[in-house]
Structure formats: C-alpha cells, structure tokens
C-alpha cells in the first residue's frame, strides 16, 4: 500500500490519498467489502477536507482470504497511524496533542459522510496517556526502550446488507407465557462473544424482571427468526436493538392488559424489580399477576421486535461503502524494549482504551478488548501465513505464532463509555474496534525506542536489526 | 489382504525391553514421553507398527552418584531435573535448556533422554502427509531431492534437542545398552552429522543414563532463539562452558544435522573461535529465521555468552 498524508506546519491534517493493492487468493469470497474497508474507513477518526483512494484485489495462487477482527482497516490504519507519528517527529509536536488537534467531534459528517454519533476518541486517548505517563516517558526512554501510540475507530454493524434485501436486519422473538417465563429467539450466532447473554440482558432491563425467567433460543434456523449473522460487529447493535424493541412492545401488551382491568394509564406504568407499578404506587402488581392478566382468555402472547438501520450517506458513487448506524473509537500505548544487538521486540504493557457507548456486560466487553489487544500483538509481531507454491506452509499452531501468554504483556484495560443515542441504552461496538490501534502502537514504540520505522507486518526481529544497521550506516530508510 | 496388526507393549525392565525389540525388528520405536514422536507418526512420518513403552522400566528414573559423575536417568522428566539440588547447584544451565522447551504441560511428559533424541526438524519435513505428498517427498522422507536447497546429496534437517548442547558442553557421557551389551561413550559421539540418519545408535539401543563430572568444576551459559518464549523449536541453541581448567567448550544448536562442538581456552581470540564456529555450520532456509539472520546470531549469542561467561 502506498498511503500520502498531509499536514501543515501546526498539525492540522489536510488530506490523505491511499492506494491499495490486496493479495487476495484465488477465490472472491469477501474481497470486494475488504477492498473498500481498507480505504474507506480511513476518514475518521480524525477530520480530513481532501481524502481520496484507489484499491486494487489481485486473485493469486493462494487461498482465499476473509475478514478477520477489524476487516480490512486494520493494516492501513497501521500505514496511517504510523504516518501520523513521522509527520508529528518532524514538526516536533508530541504525538498524543497532534491527535488530539485532529479528532472528529461527536454529532458531525465525516468527508464522505459518515454519521458521527457518540465519539469517545480523546477521552480514551487521554485515559491512555495518563496510564502510561505519556508525558514523562516518550521519547525520553533510554535506547532500545520505547512508547508509542495510536488510535482507531470501526464499524458498529455494517448499515448495508451484503445481499440485497428488504428484511429487517435483525428480528427478535419473545413469547410470554401463563407461567412467567419469557422465551427469547433470534437468529443472532453465540461465537462466544455473549450474545445470548447480551440479549437477556436487554429483555431483562425493558420488563424489569430476573434472568431467571428469561430463556434464549438463538441460530437455530428451524425455529429462530432471520439475522443477518455475527459479523462486522453489529450483533449488540442489531439484534440488541431488536430485542429491545420487542420486549417494548411485550411491555405495551402487558400495560395495556393491566390499564384495561385496573383503570390506570398505561404511560403510568413502571416495570422494575419484577413489580409492576404506577407512578403513585396506587397500583402495585407482581410480574405473575401482570402475567396472569395478560395470558387470560389469550393464552400467550407473542410479539416481534426489529432493526432496520436509517437511511445513511452521501449520493455519490461508493458512498455505501463502511455505513454504519454507529462508530466505535480508540486508542493504545504500547511499551517496548528492542535489542539493538537482535531486533527482538519484547513488549512490556499495552495501555488500551475503548468507547463501546455504554458497555451492557462489563465483563464481556473487558474480554473482548484484551482479546482484540492480543489478536493485533499478534498480528503486529509474530502472526504471519507463509506459503511455499501456493500452499501453506505453517497451517499449525505450532507453526503458525499466536502469541502465547509468556508474549502476552500487562494488559491496562480501560472501558470508554458514552451514550450513543441509536444503540441500544446507548451501548456500541467492542468485538473488533478495538484492535486497530495497537499494531501502530507497538510499531510507533519501536520507533520511540530505536529510531527504525518498520512498514511491514509482522514486525520480525530480522527486519527490526536490519533497518537499526542501515541507520547506523547513516543510510536513509526506503 | 492381510489386516496389518498394530502392538503397544510396556516392558517394566530395560533386559525386557531389548527382548521385544528382537521379537519386533525392524519396525518397531521404543516410546518415552511420546511428544516427539507421536507427533511426527500423527504426521506419518513414522511409521512403526510396535511401540515399546519404556515408561514403566522404572530403573531409568534416578539419580545417582556414582564415581565423579551424577547419572541421570535418561526417563527423568524435563521439568523434574530442578528439583535435584546438584543439578541445581552445579548445572543450572541444564535446568534452563529443560525450560526453555516446549510448554509447562509437555515438559510434564518429555524426557531428558528423548529431548536428546528429538529428530531433527526442517521446515519441508514437519509437515502432514498431503503436504509433504502435494510438495513432492524431500530426501529424509524417501524422496529424491531436497526441497529446502533443491540439492539431491544432503538433508539439512536441523538437530533441535534444547537440552542436549548444554550437555555435550558439559562433557556429559552417556550408557547405551543394546544388544551387544553396554557401553559409556561422549554424547556428542552419537551425531552424525546427516540429516537423514542423524545419529549411530543401533535400532535397539536404549540410553539408560546421562552421565555429568560432577568434578570439574563449570559455568555455563545457554542461549535459544525462537519468536515466542514458549512452545517454539529452536532456530539456534548455544551452550558456553568455561572449565576451570581455562578450557572452552562452546556448542552450537539448531543450524546444523549435529550440535557443532569448537574448544578452546580463555587465552584465544573470542573473534577467530566464533569464526571457526560459524564455519562449520551448515546453515539453509529451513527454520522459522532466515539463513542470514541465524548465522549472524551465531556471532552476536557467542560473543555475548563468552563476554558473560568471564564477567560471571
């Protein structure tokens, strides 16, 4: 990839052309949606008035490829970022305050018209320099001792389907029965990222009842209504929103049943604690005598909730490309200590901070940023697919460097929350935003510490002690 | 077609174990921890019909002193060698080699005599069947050519045992038994140098212990390159053992079908013995680090443990 960033002299990024050549295997599979990601998703998080690119997908003799965690953005926000960094060493401005200078406010347009909503992008990046000690650390470290930064933003839910269609994007089911219990089913896949969890959650706090009487059926096409899948990390968002629009309308039945027999408004109504109760406390009713009024002479009662994304983006030809209802934001400090003697990069912390909206289960989010961290260090360091005629080469884990825990540094784990206005109670992507800004985090901290700016992922050792020998050779860098 | 039968047989003696091992020549492999070689009969790349268990010849699990040498049962654990408090005292770079293979899990399993004899790796061999088959076979799998050089003489499969460069560095000895008997000879004797064949022991040999002077007295220093800090094989072990006698022994592993062995004293040129070293091994691309780059870590790792070795 061959990425232009402009900036004047006071820090003021002015434009970014990125061309971008993908190699991309011998099957289509996802390769038009990676193509544009890597260059649409550029415009934020920071404010650009000139932004332009070009992107290419080679079909070779390999495999094909997909998404993986942070589809497409994350190599070029790895070239941007680090570009951000060299642009900020030669106009002598502390990286952090140029970000800082450039972030897109919340509730505007991005140059190609994204709808920013909740941006949480300085409160993480100021989180994370004031962890690490910014302040005091960078660029004053001892040689082969480094701290570097950068930051991201991603996609909560792509706000287009892949195949054209007129579904919903998500639909939850909720049945309610005589005895209580609330039967969620939905289409959205568990991978172990806690959806099912997510959506009880949600179901819970509209009816103000237990998770014990709440029940998830979910993925299984026989029996669950339509989802667009787990993907581009719209689950919480979509299918979140779904159930939080069907268990409304379960709450309206249960109002209206018990307004009609007990003379109350049903806006008067609060469902909390698993009570139902008017304002005065005049009325106060259990959630089984709510049930029981509802379920009488009907027997169940079934509703159905949706999520439909609003109309987004510009008219111009590829506007559609990286629409989302929402944004998630971030940023990293990454800590590292290289050998001069061996380009070996050992990684000492990484400071991390993520604007999910408002994180529903605060447990799943953590788990799902220090994962993210993980998967970009390594990316950033060790991951690497080598083939040999085509053909893979490490296609084992023993093979194939997944960072094991003894690679794996102090992880400092800062939840960000805002109130996105569209999310459902406000919460946002966590799944995949997350990972972008810890690639160039490393890559800027071994710039911090040995002066070598590395354009290659992974980042080998070999790489690392060839470039600090050019450098001392007084050879400038290609 | 006649059903080729498999056998797993677990003697409780090492006379025992060489009885089943005539009933079952040629295709049978004697097993101790199992992590080396399962893995490559899961890859098929061997194919043995009868496994000999030794795990239950309970002889070759002590520690012993015995006539200025500590014996080491050659079926003592990896990970159990750090709770010998001479082991500990004298030959804490022995404990560091152990732990510096593989996983914590493995190493529960793992044998010091079988991380001795861990076959040798190459990134064209550890491989699974339709890989190797779609490559086309390389010369240590029957094949007819080298695919790491493109050579049709020599397999460069690399000797990878962690453990082992410390011991040869320590003068260790070991006592095979065989069918002809016993005998006590150097480590580093086993070696042959060929990738394919990369050690002379008879197909029936057992090492029964590992034998280190504990006389002489010794400073070592280990030194293994790989990406991650567990699990990886290694892309170049050195070991660096000053006797008190002045004398040197440094060994390398990792880049060569043998440990490469060069002695010296403290009196020569650190620069001419690392020269010699670096010389002799027989570095292609075949590892997780390039060609270049291990040979440039030979140097740098030398260097560095020769200049701690003195300052320790």
């Known amino acids: 990839m061959n990425i232009r960033l402009g900036a004047t002299s006071d820090g003021i990024l002015s434009v970014l052309d990125a061309d971008i050549a993908i190699d991309g295997g011998a099957y289509g599979s996802f390769g038009v949606v990676t193509s544009y990601y890597n260059g649409v998703l550029l415009q934020a998080p920071y404010k650009l008035n000139n932004f332009g690119f070009k992107t290419y997908r080679v079909y070779t003799n390999k495999p094909q490829c997909g998404a993986m965690r942070g589809h497409g953005a994350v190599n070029s926000r790895f070239a941007v970022e680090s570009l951000i960094d060299d642009i900020s060493h030669q106009i002598k401005m502390d990286p952090v305050e140029l970000r800082m200078k450039n972030f897109l406010d919340p509730h505007t347009l991005t140059v190609g018209q994204y709808r920013i909503t909740s941006n949480g992008s300085r409160e993480s990046l100021m989180k994370v320099s004031e962890q690490s000690d910014w302040k005091n650390k960078h660029g004053k470290l001892t040689l082969g001792h480094g701290l570097g930064v950068g ?77 667009l899948g787990s993907y581009s990390s719209r689950v919480t968002f979509m299918a979140g929103n779904a159930a939080k629009h069907a268990a409304e309308n379960l709450r309206r039945e249960i109002s209206e049943a018990v307004s009609k027999q007990k003379n109350v408004a049903p806006k008067e109504l609060n469902f909390m604690n698993g009570q139902i109760f008017s304002h005065d406390k005049s009325l106060e009713l259990t959630w089984d005598e709510a049930v029981t009024m509802v379920t009488a002479n009907r027997g169940a009662v079934t509703v159905s909730g949706k999520y439909i994304s609003p109309k987004l983006g510009g ?22 200590k290289v050998d001069i003697q061996t380009g070996q990069v050992k990684l000492l912390n990484v400071w991390g901070a993520h604007d999910c909206g408002k994180a529903l289960n605060p447990l799943s989010v953590e788990g799902q940023l220090e994962g993210s961290w993980h998967m970009g260090i390594g990316q950033a360091l060790s991951e690497e697919m080598k083939y040999y005629n085509g053909l893979l080469v490490n296609n084992n884990f023993l093979d194939y460097k997944i ?27 966590c799944g995949e935003g997350a990972l972008h800004p810890v690639i160039p985090a490393i890559a800027n901290a071994i710039y911090d510490a040995v002066g070598v700016r590395v354009t290659k992922l992974p980042i080998r050792a070999e790489d690392v002690l060839e470039l600090i020998k050019l450098k001392e050779k007084g050879m400038v860098q290609a | ?32 921890g199992g992590t080396d070689l399962l893995v490559n009969k899961f890859q098929g790349n061997e194919d043995s019909l009868c496994l000999i268990d030794l795990n239950g010849v309970d002889e070759l699990k002590s520690f012993t002193i015995n006539h200025d040498y500590l ?145 002489d007295k010794s400073k070592t220093i280990f030194k293994k390159l790989r990406p991650r800090e567990a ?17 040197l022994k440094l060994v390398i592993g990792g880049v060569d079908p043998r440990p490469i062995i060069v002695e010296g004293t403290v009196t020569d040129d650190p620069a001419e013995l690392i020269k010699q070293a670096v010389k002799k091994c027989r570095i292609v691309e075949n590892a997780y680090y390039s060609r270049s780059y291990r040979k440039e870590m030979i140097r740098v790792f030398l260097e560095n443990s020769l200049k701690e070795i003195q300052h320790q």
């Open chain 2, 71 to 215: 014996h080491i049962g050659a079926l003592v654990k990896l990970d159990d060698l750090r709770k010998n408090q001479l082991i500990q005292n004298q030959f804490p770079a022995l404990i560091e080699s152990a732990h510096a293979a593989a996983s914590p899990m493995i190493r529960k399993t793992a044998t010091l005599g079988g991380n001795i004899l861990c076959e040798n790796r190459c990134t064209f061999y550890n491989q699974s069947e339709w890989w190797r088959d779609s490559v086309g076979y390389c010369l240590k799998c029957d094949g007819d050519v080298c695919i790491a050089t493109g050579g049709t003489k020599a397999c460069f499969s690399n000797f990878v045992s962690d453990t082992a460069p410390v011991l040869i560095s320590l003068d260790a000895l070991i006592e095979v038994i065989d069918s002809k008997g016993v005998k006590t000879i150097p480590l580093e004797s086993i070696f042959t140098g060929d990738g394919i064949h990369p050690r002379n022991l008879a197909p029936d040999a057992i090492i029964s212990f590992i034998l280190l002077p504990i006389k």
């Open chain 1, 403 to 429: 960072p094991t825990s003894l690679d794996t540094p102090e992880i400092h784990t800062n939840i960000i929350e805002t109130n996105d206005p569209e999310g459902p109670f406000g919460a946002k992507e």
């Open chain 2, 231 to 247: 699990v990886d094989f290694t892309s170049l072990t050195t070991s660096v053992t000053l006797f008190e006698s002045n004398r």
């Open chain 1, 151 to 227: 930051c991201g933003f991603f996609i909560s839910g792509s706000a287009l389907p892949i195949i054209w269609n007129e579904l919903p994007q998500s639909t939850v089911h909720l049945k309610l029965d005589f005895d209580g219990r609330v039967l969620i089913t939905s289409g959205a896949n568990d991978i172990g990222q806690g959806s099912d969890t997510m959506l009880a959650i949600i179901v819970s706090e509209v009816l103000g009842i237990g998770m014990d009487r709440l029940f998830v059926l979910a993925a299984d096409t026989l029996l669950t209504p339509v989802d």
């Open chain 1, 315 to 336: 008219d111009f030809k590829g506007a559609g490309a990286g629409l989302s209802p929402s944004y998630s934001f971030g940023a990293c400090v990454a800590e590292v």
């Open chain 2, 1 to 32: 077609m006649k059903t080729i039968e498999k056998q797993y047989l677990k003697p409780i003696s090492v006379r025992e174990a060489l009885t089943y091992a005539e009933l079952h020549q040629p295709r049978f492999r004697f097993i101790a």
